[in-house]
């Protein structure tokens, strides 16, 4: 940063048609903002970004509410306090919440969280132990419901999310296949533990490679990604076969929802349960997930890695990157 008392802060330039582009984005220069009473004033390190925020570049209902052309952009950040205000926090205290991407931000107390410090980073928060972990946390323990003998399929399995539920999935005894975008992620799915991984992008017919990894057909499918990944899972559904939908990533820069084929003809002749869920559903029991998360890591039990982008100015390319599968693990910015 050139001025101390300046911070720099991406808004929203312009929503975007289809796949969006770095034109969406403006990188402006502002004062430092200052706290109201009960905010306290924080200095990012890490931001998230997240597939769930081209929702939020989109005018209308979702469950993520859209962002405001030439507001700033907000998003979960790890960060130090440099202003306590009056609330509580001390100066210097790691904190993650949701807030502006920008050098300064200010938050309402009551939506910081305290993010210990330890033997795991604090980038962790906005990852492994933070949403997304959770996200695989409550989508497969209390979703999928991955059972000793199933044979369970995971989308986007090499992402923040996937990489997480592979792992659950495994120390529930099932066996577990994941789909990813490239031979480095497939690689890093087997030193996880994954039992089968498939490139999708390296194969002539998605059917045809989850039938040689899944002969006997698939008993859960977590699904990240929607589309025609997701057709030939469920041509390949087991009877009384679970379906979490987790995200549809694959279908986020559409225009228009796709319309048929589609394969729900094969809930019939399954008797297959699909259920969607968000995170927030498991607000209540957050703290207890963090907490088991956590345990697993230091044990080293559950494995994460992370794709660090440096730089502020990079966060709209780092965010695009995740539509292109440029991100292994959790993608985040360092400020
Ligand atoms: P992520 O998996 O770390 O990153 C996204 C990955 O999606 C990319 O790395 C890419 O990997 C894959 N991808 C992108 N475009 C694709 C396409 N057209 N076809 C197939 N794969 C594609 O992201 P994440 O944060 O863990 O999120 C994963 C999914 O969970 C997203 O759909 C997200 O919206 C959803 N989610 C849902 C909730 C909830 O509460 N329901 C919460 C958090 C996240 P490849 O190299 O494998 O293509
Ligand atoms: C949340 C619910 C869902 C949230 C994120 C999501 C940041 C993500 C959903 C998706 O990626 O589809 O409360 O908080």
Redesign the pocket.
């Known amino acids: 940063m050139s001025n101390e008392a300046e911070s720099r802060v991406w808004t929203l330039a312009q929503r975007p048609t289809g796949t969006p582009s770095t034109e969406c984005f403006d990188l402006e220069t502002r004062d430092i903002p200052t706290p109201n009473p009960g905010e306290a004033l924080v200095r990012a390190r890490y931001l998230s970004v997240?597939?769930?925020m081209r929702g939020r570049m989109r005018a209308g209902e979702s469950y993520a509410e859209p962002w405001d052309v030439g507001a700033p952009l907000r998003g979960g950040v790890v960060g130090e306090v440099v202003d306590p205000n009056g609330t509580g926090f001390e100066t210097g205290d790691l904190v993650v919440g949701n807030l502006a991407w920008a050098d300064y931000a200010t938050a309402p107390a009551h939506e910081l969280t305290r993010v210990a410090v330890g033997d795991v980073p604090a980038s962790t928060a906005l990852g492994v132990l933070g949403?997304?972990g959770r996200?695989a946390y409550f989508?497969t323990r209390a979703v999928a419901e991955p059972q000793p003998g199933d044979t369970m399929v995971v989308?986007?399995?090499?992402?923040?999310?996937?990489s997480v539920v592979g792992q659950l999935a495994k120390m529930a005894g099932a066996r577990v296949v994941g789909?990813?975008?490239?031979e480095r992620?497939v690689e890093w799915l087997h030193e996880l533990g994954f039992d089968a991984a498939i490139n999708?992008r390296d194969v002539d017919d998605y059917g045809d490679a989850l039938a040689d990894v899944a002969p006997d057909g698939v008993d859960v499918y977590f699904d990240?990604?929607g589309?025609p990944?997701t057709d030939a899972v469920f041509d390949h559904l087991a009877t009384d076969a679970r379906v979490a939908v987790?995200?549809?990533?694959?279908l986020?820069n559409a225009e228009e929802r796709p319309v048929g084929p589609r394969k729900l003809g094969k809930l019939i002749e399954t008797r297959a349960r699909v259920e969607?869920?968000?995170?927030?559903d498991f607000s209540a029991r957050f703290e207890t997930a963090t907490a088991d998360l956590r345990r697993w890591v230091q044990a080293g039990d559950l494995q994460y890695r992370e794709t660090v982008t440096d730089g502020l100015e990079r966060a709209p390319e780092a965010f695009l990157g995740?539509?292109?599968?440029?991100?292994i693990?959790?993608?985040v910015v360092k400020v």
């Open positions: 997240d597939p769930y949403m997304p996200t989508g989308s986007a399995a090499a992402g923040a999310v996937g789909t990813a975008g490239s992620k999708y990240n990604v589309g990944l987790c995200g549809q990533i694959a986020y969607g869920f968000l995170v927030s995740l539509f292109e599968g440029e991100n693990g959790k993608q």
